[in-house]
């Protein structure tokens, strides 16, 4: 069992920068690929970043590639989202999931464990 809780989110300018942090209980967490995925209102959750349980690899969706980085610190039981070069069309509900698997995946039923979601507001 994970759980898993999300920080870092608010109201940001169009250009700026936020660093969302997801920390995850239990001691097993190097044992997780992460991922991370937003839901705007209306819409369905769609895939951001992933990170293997390694952290030896990632991979985003075209939409955020270049301005975000995932990373994961197993030391602290956290991985982190860097978020640069904002935009308005990337407000939404973020949420961090862990997948009990070495590899990460782009779809969503693929994690075991979610978080609650932090919302992320980008003004334009």
């Known amino acids: 069992q994970v759980q898993l809780v999300e920080s870092g989110g608010g109201l940001v300018q169009a250009g700026g920068s936020l660093r969302l942090s997801c920390a995850a209980s239990?001691?097993?967490?190097?044992?997780?690929?992460m991922g991370w995925f937003r839901q705007a209102p209306g819409k369905e959750r769609e895939f951001v970043a992933a990170?293997?349980?390694?952290?030896?690899?990632?991979s985003y969706a075209d939409s955020v590639k270049g301005r975000f980085t995932i990373s994961r610190d197993n030391a602290k039981n956290t991985v982190y989202l860097q978020m640069n070069s904002l935009k308005a069309e990337d407000s939404a509900v973020y949420y961090c999931?862990?997948?009990?698997?070495?590899?990460?995946?782009?779809?969503?039923?693929?994690?075991?464990?979610w978080g609650q979601g932090t919302q992320v507001t980008v003004s334009s």
């Open positions: 999931a862990a997948r009990g698997a070495a590899l990460a995946t782009t779809t969503p039923g693929g994690y075991n464990y």
């Open positions: 990170i293997t349980r390694s952290g030896s690899s990632t």
């Open positions: 239990g001691r097993t967490f190097s044992s997780y690929a």
